[in-house]
């Protein structure tokens, strides 16, 4: 079966859930080679064993990281040059999306990005992507070079099946043309207690109804172990960090389940959640067009639905 | 300081936007366009750079002759030039393509900073900046959210995922900037009435030195297979809250084994 990279997605050796998602992807394509690059692959090999990878090709060296993806792409190209794998798969993230761009580029091949599907169709692959605010499916595949496919996180559920993850290191010298961003400083996210916003299964997300206290939206995403979430709204008054913002200019999500307070559902925030599997909206307002979309609405106000819902949830997990 | 902001003009994003059933592009005629909402933030960063440094702003666009208004926003904004790529055989490129096209366009241009907006609202991929740097053999500082000039040095800050980072280059190089970078300044009634008089340069491929064949949807890496609207979700159930509202909920989250 031919080769197809999975581009690890990890900080420093712990591997994002999203690696998981693609390698399941990877093993309907054919066998999945783990690319991992930076330090930490050690840690990471259990991860990427269990997720089917045979290989884990490990790219490390302090050029990779101080600057900003163009030395990660210029290294990836590398490999594909040498390998020839049927195909790469990236997770669709800013950096993701980055390096798949420089890879396109320095490789002419085909880039597909925010891909919620990828199969096997004749000698190459296909794709499902959902577009113009989630309002339309489109098919599409790559006509030129080595696919190169972004996937969107929550696509897959992530499938176990073990595999050797045999470690192979490959040697890298990174270009001075790649050098031209640095990174200068780097502040890891503070810990919320919370599953990362893009990767959770439950999304519990608040807007201008919340007033500007979230309190009662993150008791609740803790009865259900969500992660929080924010309109631009909510975001744009300072009600809480960009970083959670859901939204076409935030955070797109697709999780199994989106739970939307005092939000309207403008266009705006639908780009970045109608994919969801299972909606649910309380609002104070009727009319909002948020309960369009949903499976189950409450019109009511959020300060006294989502306390009592919090206590019954609680009381239910006994 | 030279600085070039490049951007698009996209169907507008409140409208019902859809695809072209001749050639599966988007549907350009059906729905008004205009400059991509994201890439009046570029604009905005783009002024504030010259700003700092004496230095002139050229707006750059590739597409349509109605991709004209797009140019003439930004002018109105206080650009103080334009350059608008148009030529038939473009229609249909993908992002690689449009990369191409930016990027040679720049070579007749002289720039210090290239700004971008973080993505198009249209096809959302958000590569074609790196895309150009990648051609140009430049740095790309990407997705800035607070971004600074200081001499030739250009810093962002990035929010990231899992870290918040400080990214610099030196110039020459490529920016993108989120919507978190700064509210886009309205027009002027002085800035409506100068743009007219501002001039925008029409260039065509020929121009530009690239043969059409490099172009276009025949010359696409990836292909549109197939395009159709979601099916519309199925009505769900709304209750009204009558001192029960959130027990319901729980019942439904429940019922669904989300509990």
Redesign the interface.
């Known amino acids: 079966m031919s080769e197809i990279f999975v581009l690890v997605d990890h ?1 420093d050796g712990t591997v994002r859930k999203t690696t998981g998602e693609l390698l399941t992807l990877a093993r309907r394509l054919g066998t999945p080679s783990a690319v991992f690059i930076g330090s930490g692959a050690d840690a990471a090999q259990a991860y990427l064993a269990q997720y089917g990878a045979e290989k884990v090709y490990v790219l490390d060296a302090p050029e990779l990281t101080e600057y ?3 030395p990660k ?1 210029e290294a990836l190209a590398e490999l594909v040059s040498s390998k020839q794998p049927a195909a790469v798969l990236v997770s669709s ?3 993701g ?2 390096i ?3 890879l ?3 490789t ?7 891909a919620v599907d990828v199969r096997a169709a004749g000698d190459g692959v ?1 794709t499902t992507q ?16 080595t696919p190169i496919v972004a996937v969107k996180p929550n696509s897959v559920t992530p499938e176990q099946a073990s595999a050797a993850a045999t470690l192979e290191p490959v040697s890298v010298t990174v270009s001075d ?1 790649a050098k ?10 503070e810990a919320t207690g919370r599953p ?1 916003l ?1 990767e959770a299964a ?1 999304v519990v997300s608040g807007g201008r109804g919340t007033g500007g206290d979230f309190s009662q939206v993150e008791a609740f995403a803790d009865s ?1 172990g969500a992660a929080v979430g924010a309109s631009r709204a909510a975001v744009d008054s300072g009600w809480y960090p ?2 959670f913002q859901v939204g ?2 935030g955070k797109t999500v697709s999780p ?2 989106y739970v939307a307070n005092g939000i309207s559902g403008a ?2 925030h639908r ?1 970045g959640m ?1 994919t969801s599997k ?3 909206a ?1 609002n104070k307002d ?1 009319e909002a067009p948020i ?11 959020l300060k ?10 609680n009381k ?2 006994g | 300081m030279n600085i070039v902001v490049c951007v698009k003009y996209v169907p507008d994003a409140t409208a019902d936007r859809s695809f072209d059933s001749s050639d599966s592009t988007v549907d350009r005629e059906g729905v008004d366009g205009l400059l991509s909402e994201l890439d009046e933030y570029a604009v905005e960063q783009a002024l504030l750079a010259a700003e700092e440094s004496d230095g002139e702003v050229t707006v750059l666009t590739v597409g349509p002759a109605d991709a004209a208004d797009a140019v003439r926003k930004a002018l109105q904004m206080g650009a103080d030039k334009g350059v608008h790529v148009e030529d038939d055989d473009i229609a249909g490129s993908d992002a690689a393509a449009t990369s191409l096209i930016i990027a040679k366009a720049l070579g007749t241009l002289e720039y210090d900073l290239v700004f971008f907006g973080m993505s198009s609202t249209d096809g959302t991929m958000g590569v074609v900046p790196t895309m150009v740097a990648e051609r140009l053999g430049l740095p790309a500082v990407t997705y800035g959210s607070e971004i600074s000039v200081d001499g030739s040095t250009v810093t962002v800050r990035r929010d990231g995922d899992v870290a918040t980072e400080t990214i610099t280059a030196t110039a020459p190089a490529v920016v993108s900037v989120t919507d978190q970078s700064g509210e886009p300044r309205y027009p002027s009634f002085k800035g409506i009435m100068a743009a007219k008089k501002k001039p925008v340069e029409e260039l065509t491929l020929s121009d530009l030195g690239i043969d059409p064949s490099e172009v276009g949807l025949d010359a696409a890496w990836t292909k549109v297979l197939s395009f159709a609207p979601r099916p519309p979700r199925s009505a769900g159930e709304i209750v009204t809250d009558e001192g029960d509202g959130g027990v319901k909920l729980a019942e439904f989250l429940a019922s669904k084994k989300f509990v």
């Open positions: 900080v900003l993806v163009a792409a993230s800013a950096e999306k980055e798949a761009g420089r396109s580029i320095k002419q091949s085909g880039l597909i990005t925010d296909e959902s577009v113009f605010a989630g309002n339309f499916t489109v098919e599409a595949t790559v006509t030129t070079g043309v031209g961003a640095r990174i200068t400083d780097s502040k890891p996210r990362e893009t439950i259900l960009h970083s076409q200019t199994q389940l266009i705006q780009a109608q299972t909606i649910v309380v009727e309960f369009e979309l949903v499976d189950f609405g409450v019109v009511g106000d006294e639905v989502l306390p009592q819902a919090t206590d019954e949830v239910r997990k």
